[in-house]
């Protein structure tokens, strides 16, 4: 999807809940920066909740789209920032459950390797496993 000096590659932008299942996903080229696309996901942010990044989504616009959302942004500030922020290492912690979701996705030869040559096809392919992790956590025992 996008070229670097790599070849070509492709980013997965999620936003998961408490449980590390996915709410949201996108695609992005992977010479672009994380924070471009966290507009469109942090529009799925309720009242109360804590927003988990990492550095990469550190900019004054996602901040201020967590406050507006009335969530609150636990996101290490960047090395180069003067202002510092509220953070704490505990909470941080969870941020694992993203990693997780990611290493769940993996298991999907096809997505780990991206086979896909179309953008639309391998977002659909994320989608259904994603959905297929959904009926897996909440499938009847009876």
């Keep these: 999807m996008g070229r670097s000096r790599g ?8 936003l998961v809940d408490a449980d590390g299942l996915p709410i949201d996903l996108r695609l992005s080229e992977g010479q672009h920066a994380d924070c471009r696309y966290a507009e ?30 009335k969530a609150f ?3 290490p500030a960047k090395r ?10 505990f909470l941080y912690r969870y941020r694992n459950l993203v990693e997780r979701f990611f ?14 040559k179309r953008a639309d096809n391998y977002l659909a392919a994320i989608k259904l496993f994603s959905v297929r992790l959904w009926l897996k956590r909440y499938e009847s025992t009876a």
């Design 80 to 89: 180069n920032r003067r202002k510092t922020f509220a953070f704490s290492s």
């Design 73 to 75: 942004a636990n996101i």
């Design 103 to 116: 290493n769940r996705i993996k298991e999907a030869r096809g997505i780990a390797t991206r086979y896909d």
């Design 7 to 14: 070849g070509l590659t492709t980013k997965i932008h999620a």
């Design 40 to 69: 469109d996901l942090l529009s799925r942010l309720h009242a109360g909740t804590t927003l988990l990044a990492d550095r990469g989504y550190d900019t004054d616009a996602i901040r201020a789209t967590a406050i507006q959302a």
